[in-house]
C-alpha cells in the first residue's frame, strides 16, 4: 500500500471515529434528529404501505375458503359469547370479593401512544421503530402494548423524538410469563425462532395444554403482570429434561403493527 | 459558488432518496429479496460512471443516515460501508482492466463480502468484550448471502439498462487501470 493510501485510509478511519465520539457524546443528536425528521415521511409511507400490501395478499384463493372461514368466525362467535356470560359472572364474583377484603385499587397504568414508523433493517433483530421518545416520558425497559393489553415488546433506546421496540420473537428478548392453567406455570417467554416464540423453564411436572394463554407474570422490573402475549401452540416435552418448553402464536402479529401504547408507569 | 452550493444541495437530497429507498424497499419486497442492498447497487454504478474518490464520501454520508434505522451498535455499520467501498474504489482504479458487466458483477459481490466481513469481525470483537449481549451469526451469514446475490443480480440489471442507452457503459478499458502505466 503507498503513502498515500495509508493516508487516505487512516484519516477515513479518523474521521468516522470523530463521528461515533461525537454521537457517543451527544452532539451530533441535532444533527441526527433533523435527519430523521427529513427521513420520517418517506419512510413512514413505505411502512404503510408495506402493511397494506401485506394485508392485502391474505384475501381468499377461492368461494370454498370465504366459506370455512365464516363458519370458522361463526363458532368463535358463540364461543366469545359463552366465555363473556362466565367472564360477567366472574368479574361481578371478584368485585364482591375485593370489597370483602377492603382491596385497594392500584393506579391505573400510564402509557403514552405512538405510532410505527418503521423497523430495523439490519440482521441483529426484529425491532420497530416509533414516533416518540423521551420527550414523550419514554424510557429504555418500557414494555410496549397493543389494545386493551396485549405485549409485544420492550423499548431498546431512546432518542429524544423516536426510540425503538425489540419486539418479543426478537433473538434477545427475554419476558418473564405465567401460564393461565391450573398450576399457574411461571417461565421466561424467548424469540429467535421466527414467527413463534417459546416459553422455557415451565417445571416439568406441571400440566400444560395447547390453547393455554400466556400473560406476563410480573416478575420483572418495569413489567406488570397480566398482559397478553399469547396462546400455546404445542408443548415439547423431553422426559429427561428438567423443564418443559411451549411454542407459542403470539396475540398479534407482529408484522403488521400501526398502533401502539408504551406503559410508561403502572 | 452558487452553483458548488446547489451541487451540494441536489447531493444531499439525492443521498436522502436513494436512503429512503434503501430502508423503503427493505420494507416493501418479500423476503429474501428484502436484503438486496439499494445503497450498494447506487455506490457501484456511480463508482463505474464516475470512477472519482468522491463515491467514498456519499458512501460515508448515506451510511451515516443508514445508522438511523438499525440496532447495531453505533458506527459498525458506517466503518464497515466505508472502508469497504473505499477498497473496492482502489480495486477499480488499480486491477479491474475493463469496465464490463462482468466487472460490475465481481465488483459488486467483493464490495459486499468486504462490507460484511468487516461487520462480522466488528461484532465479533464487541462480543468478545462484552459490548454486545448476543450476535445472531447464521442470520448474519445468511441475511450475507442474500444481499451479495441479489445486489449483484440488480447491479447486473442496471448495467445492462445503462449500456443499452449510454456508452459510457460500453465494455472499455478502465483508463486508470495498472495496463495505462503499460501503455506508456
Given at each position: 500500500?503507498?503513502?498515500?493510501?495509508?493516508?487516505?485510509?487512516?484519516?477515513?478511519?479518523?474521521?468516522?471515529?470523530?463521528?461515533?465520539?461525537?454521537?457517543?457524546?451527544?452532539?451530533?443528536?441535532?444533527?441526527?434528529?433533523?435527519?430523521?425528521a427529513?427521513?420520517?415521511?418517506?419512510?413512514?409511507?413505505?411502512?404503510?404501505?408495506?402493511?397494506?400490501?401485506?394485508?392485502?395478499?391474505?384475501?381468499?384463493?377461492?368461494?370454498?375458503d370465504?366459506?370455512?372461514?365464516?363458519?370458522?368466525?361463526?363458532?368463535?362467535?358463540?364461543?366469545?359469547?359463552?366465555?363473556?356470560?362466565?367472564?360477567q359472572?366472574?368479574?361481578?364474583?371478584?368485585?364482591?370479593?375485593?370489597?370483602?377484603?377492603?382491596?385497594?385499587?392500584?393506579?391505573?397504568?400510564?402509557?403514552?401512544?405512538?405510532?410505527?414508523?418503521?423497523?430495523?433493517?439490519?440482521?441483529?433483530?426484529?425491532?420497530l421503530?416509533?414516533?416518540?421518545?423521551?420527550?414523550?416520558?419514554?424510557?429504555?425497559?418500557?414494555?410496549?402494548?397493543?389494545?386493551?393489553?396485549?405485549?409485544?415488546?420492550?423499548?431498546?433506546?431512546?432518542?429524544?423524538?423516536?426510540?425503538?421496540v425489540?419486539?418479543?420473537?426478537?433473538?434477545q428478548?427475554?419476558?418473564?410469563?405465567?401460564?393461565?392453567?391450573?398450576?399457574?406455570?411461571?417461565?421466561?417467554?424467548?424469540?429467535?425462532?421466527?414467527?413463534?416464540?417459546?416459553?422455557?423453564?415451565?417445571?416439568?411436572?406441571?400440566?400444560?395444554k395447547?390453547?393455554?394463554?400466556?400473560?406476563?407474570?410480573?416478575?420483572?422490573?418495569?413489567?406488570?403482570?397480566?398482559?397478553?402475549?399469547?396462546?400455546?401452540?404445542?408443548?415439547?416435552?423431553?422426559?429427561?429434561?428438567?423443564?418443559?418448553?411451549?411454542?407459542?402464536?403470539?396475540?398479534?402479529?407482529?408484522t403488521?403493527?400501526?398502533?401502539?401504547?408504551?406503559?410508561?408507569e403502572? | 459558488?452558487?452553483?458548488?452550493?446547489?451541487?451540494?444541495?441536489?447531493?444531499?437530497?439525492?443521498?436522502?432518496?436513494?436512503?429512503?429507498?434503501?430502508?423503503?424497499?427493505?420494507?416493501?419486497?418479500?423476503?429474501?429479496?428484502?436484503?438486496?442492498?439499494?445503497?450498494?447497487?447506487?455506490?457501484?454504478?456511480?463508482?463505474?460512471?464516475?470512477?472519482?474518490?468522491?463515491?467514498?464520501?456519499?458512501?460515508?454520508?448515506?451510511?451515516?443516515?443508514?445508522?438511523?434505522?438499525?440496532?447495531?451498535?453505533?458506527?459498525?455499520?458506517?466503518?464497515?460501508?466505508?472502508?469497504?467501498?473505499?477498497?473496492?474504489?482502489?480495486?477499480y482504479?488499480?486491477?479491474?482492466?475493463?469496465?464490463?458487466i462482468?466487472?460490475?458483477?465481481?465488483?459488486?459481490?467483493?464490495?459486499?463480502?468486504?462490507?460484511?466481513?468487516?461487520?462480522?469481525?466488528?461484532?465479533?470483537?464487541?462480543?468478545i468484550?462484552?459490548?454486545?449481549s448476543?450476535?445472531?451469526?447464521?442470520?448474519?451469514?445468511?441475511?450475507?448471502?442474500?444481499?451479495?446475490?441479489?445486489?449483484?443480480?440488480?447491479?447486473?440489471?442496471?448495467?445492462?439498462?445503462?449500456?443499452?442507452?449510454?456508452?459510457?457503459?460500453?465494455?472499455?478499458?478502465?483508463?486508470?487501470?495498472?495496463?495505462?502505466?503499460e501503455?506508456?
Amino acid at each position: 500500500m503507498s503513502k498515500r493510501k495509508q493516508q487516505t485510509f487512516l484519516g477515513i478511519v479518523f474521521i468516522i471515529l470523530i463521528f461515533i465520539i461525537l454521537h457517543f457524546v451527544g452532539l451530533l443528536r441535532p444533527i441526527e434528529n433533523y435527519f430523521r425528521a427529513i427521513i420520517k415521511p418517506g419512510i413512514e409511507g413505505m411502512y404503510d404501505i408495506s402493511i397494506n400490501f401485506n394485508e392485502q395478499n391474505e384475501l381468499f384463493k377461492n368461494v370454498e375458503d370465504l366459506k370455512e372461514a365464516y363458519l370458522s368466525c361463526l363458532e368463535n362467535d358463540i364461543n366469545n359469547k359463552i366465555d363473556m356470560a362466565a367472564f360477567q359472572i366472574l368479574k361481578q364474583e371478584n368485585e364482591e370479593l375485593k370489597k370483602q377484603l377492603n382491596y385497594i385499587e392500584k393506579k391505573d397504568m400510564l402509557t403514552v401512544g405512538a405510532k410505527v414508523i418503521g423497523k430495523n433493517i439490519d440482521p441483529l433483530g426484529n425491532t420497530l421503530i416509533l414516533d416518540r421518545g423521551s420527550n414523550s416520558g419514554i424510557t429504555k425497559n418500557n414494555p410496549v402494548i397493543v389494545g386493551e393489553g396485549v405485549m409485544i415488546g420492550k423499548i431498546v433506546r431512546v432518542e429524544d423524538k423516536t426510540s425503538v421496540v425489540r419486539l418479543i420473537n426478537d433473538n434477545q428478548s427475554k419476558v418473564a410469563s405465567a401460564l393461565i392453567n391450573q398450576s399457574k406455570s411461571i417461565g421466561v417467554v424467548e424469540g429467535g425462532y421466527g414467527i413463534s416464540i417459546r416459553m422455557n423453564y415451565i417445571p416439568q411436572n406441571e400440566i400444560i395444554k395447547v390453547g393455554d394463554m400466556v400473560i406476563t407474570s410480573g416478575l420483572e422490573e418495569n413489567v406488570p403482570s397480566g398482559l397478553l402475549i399469547g396462546v400455546i401452540e404445542a408443548v415439547e416435552k423431553e422426559a429427561y429434561q428438567p423443564f418443559q418448553k411451549a411454542v407459542i402464536t403470539p396475540s398479534v402479529d407482529l408484522t403488521k403493527i400501526k398502533q401502539v401504547l408504551v406503559i410508561t408507569e403502572f | 459558488m452558487l452553483n458548488r452550493i446547489l451541487k451540494i444541495l441536489l447531493i444531499f437530497l439525492a443521498l436522502v432518496l436513494v436512503v429512503a429507498f434503501h430502508v423503503g424497499f427493505s420494507y416493501l419486497l418479500p423476503y429474501p429479496i428484502s436484503k438486496v442492498n439499494i445503497i450498494f447497487t447506487v455506490i457501484i454504478l456511480l463508482l463505474l460512471w464516475y470512477n472519482s474518490g468522491i463515491i467514498v464520501w456519499i458512501s460515508f454520508f448515506s451510511n451515516l443516515f443508514i445508522e438511523l434505522f438499525t440496532v447495531s451498535p453505533y458506527g459498525v455499520v458506517l466503518f464497515s460501508s466505508t472502508i469497504s467501498v473505499l477498497i473496492a474504489y482502489w480495486l477499480y482504479q488499480n486491477f479491474f482492466t475493463n469496465r464490463s458487466i462482468y466487472a460490475a458483477l465481481v465488483l459488486t459481490a467483493f464490495t459486499i463480502f468486504i462490507y460484511r466481513l468487516f461487520y462480522i469481525v466488528i461484532m465479533f470483537i464487541l462480543k468478545i468484550f462484552s459490548m454486545v449481549s448476543y450476535v445472531p451469526w447464521k442470520l448474519i451469514f445468511i441475511t450475507s448471502l442474500w444481499e451479495i446475490l441479489f445486489t449483484t443480480i440488480l447491479v447486473s440489471i442496471f448495467y445492462f439498462i445503462f449500456s443499452v442507452f449510454t456508452k459510457k457503459f460500453k465494455s472499455s478499458v478502465v483508463e486508470s487501470s495498472i495496463f495505462r502505466y503499460e501503455r506508456k
